[in-house]
Each structure stands twice: as structure tokens, then as C-alpha cells.
């Protein structure tokens, strides 16, 4: 049984993320987590919320699922910290298998300048992660983008891309973005793909496609879109949360462009 974590901020984004979590993963155990942000606790995550505060996300939970009592399947919790370092250690010392959050449907100049809280966890955990906007709605994964580069040619990459859609079934279209004339993606990366997909029989077809483009996110997205994509799925760059902000960030880029849901899967996760 799949283990999700889904935090929470009372927004419709968020319950729209609890939703799409619960509707994705009908026989998953859930843990709905609101982080109440006190800057100035020093133990992060080791402080639990009050009864009070317990009820009011209750309260949230059901009123998301139009339900009078929470769901058996669902674990409420509620902890005080600052919350990116807070999620960071929460996750640290858990076993999920994923964690589902919503992001925002609009951003401010001090969001394009300065990242987001969606970034933050994408960046600070290891866990694969899906970033679903406001006003997604899961249906079924039928067809599903990966945005693939160098890292390709990790055998361990394409394995848990195979595995992770054995439940889903989805047709796969794994797109490279080529910027440069000299770009040092080749057939090898396609060879890998299809030996590690022929030698075990998958129930699902799959695709690969180079397209030419300026801007990496802005040709993901348009091709996303004109291919109908259900879901993409995104390795995150090989730079910590703070790089991520200062610098270009193609995964800043998509969770804020992005109208359809993201699955990040971290280069930490490539073991099988």
C-alpha cells in the first residue's frame, strides 16, 4: 500500500490536492499535514498542534470531500516550523512513497523573483513529487510526458518510470529539448529506453521525440499541450532549494507555468 503525504495550507489549491491524491491512489493510506508556520521554533516538527487546531483541519478535510467524518485511509497531523526546513524533516524521519501538493494559479513578482513553497519541497526531499494546479482534476493517466536529458542514460531512471506506470497504463512520450547545435544527447539514450522496455513485457506503448527550442520549459509546456499530456513527469536539476531561487531553474519555470500536473523524481531516488 502506497504511503502519501499531502500538505496542506486551507487554500482550494490544497484541497483540490487532496482530491486528486485520493482519486489517483484509492487504496493508499493518506497523512493531511498543515504546518503551522512559527519561525521561531527550534525543534522543527517535534511539536505537535493543539486539539483545537487538530479539529479545524478535521473540519477542512471533510468539508474538501463533502464528507461528515474523515476517512479511516487518512492520518491528520499538525506541527509548528518554518515550512520548507519543517517538510524537510518531517519527511526525513517517514517512509512515504509520495507526496501530493497543490501550487498556485497566480504568482507575484516576489514568487517569479524569489521561487515557491511548491519548489522548496520539490527541492528539499527526496521523495517523488507531484505538483497539481489549482484546477486539475484526475481522471486517468493516459498519456504522460517525461522531460528527459544527459540523465537518460541511468538505467535506474528508466526503471522507475516503468515500474511507477505499471498502475497506470499510460502512454509515454519521452521528449528531449534540444538547445544547441552540439546538444550531447544521441541514439545511445534511446537505445537504453527501448532495451529496458522490450526486456520486460509492459502493457503500454511508448514513444521518443527530440524537438528543437530556446527556452526548455516553454517547449515542454507546448508540447505537453499539444500532445494532450494527462501528466509530466520532470527530473529535478542537480542544484539545492537556494541555487534554485537565485539562479535559472527549469523546474522553477513549470510549477509556475504549468497548467497540468508535475511528478518530480529526484536523482536520489534512481536505486533498484
Avoid at 516550523?81 to 524533516?89: A, D
Avoid at 489549482?134 to 541511468?154: C, F, G, M, P, R
Avoid at 516553454?218 to 542544484?239: H, K, R, T, W
Amino acid at each position: 500500500m502506497d504511503k502519501i503525504l499531502i500538505p496542506i495550507d486551507y487554500s482550494e489549491v490544497a484541497c483540490n490536492a487532496i482530491k486528486y491524491a485520493m482519486q489517483a491512489y484509492k487504496n493508499a493510506s493518506f497523512t493531511v499535514l498543515h504546518i503551522n508556520d512559527r519561525s521561531l521554533e527550534t525543534n522543527y516538527g517535534t511539536v505537535s498542534g493543539s486539539n483545537a487546531e487538530m479539529r479545524e483541519l478535521n473540519k477542512f478535510v471533510c468539508k474538501c470531500l463533502d464528507v461528515k467524518h474523515t476517512p479511516e485511509t487518512i492520518n491528520i497531523r499538525v506541527i509548528y516550523g518554518t515550512v520548507v526546513p519543517t517538510m524537510r524533516e518531517f519527511v526525513a524521519q517517514s517512509d512515504f512513497d509520495f507526496i501530493v501538493m497543490g501550487t498556485k494559479d497566480k504568482y507575484n513578482l516576489l514568487d517569479n523573483w524569489f521561487g515557491t513553497i511548491s519548489l522548496g519541497i520539490v527541492k528539499s526531499t527526496k521523495v517523488p513529487t507531484y505538483v497539481v494546479p489549482k484546477y486539475s482534476e484526475y481522471k486517468s493517466y493516459k498519456k504522460v510526458i517525461v522531460a528527459t536529458d544527459k540523465h537518460l542514460n541511468d538505467k535506474s531512471f528508466i526503471k522507475i518510470i516503468r515500474n511507477w506506470n505499471t498502475e497506470f497504463n499510460a502512454f509515454i512520450k519521452f521528449l528531449h529539448v534540444q538547445e544547441k547545435a552540439d546538444d550531447n544527447y544521441t541514439a545511445v539514450e534511446e537505445k537504453i529506453i527501448t532495451e529496458l522496455f522490450e526486456e520486460q513485457d509492459v502493457p503500454f506503448g511508448f514513444e521518443i521525440e527530440r524537438v528543437k527550442g530556446h527556452n526548455v520549459g516553454d517547449s515542454l509546456l507546448a508540447s505537453a499541450y499539444n500532445f494532450g499530456a494527462d501528466l509530466m513527469i520532470v527530473l529535478p536539476e542537480d542544484q539545492n532549494y537556494i541555487n534554485s531561487l537565485l539562479f535559472k531553474s527549469l523546474s522553477k519555470d513549470l510549477i509556475m507555468k504549468s497548467d497540468i500536473p508535475l511528478l518530480f523524481i529526484h536523482p536520489n531516488n534512481f536505486v533498484y
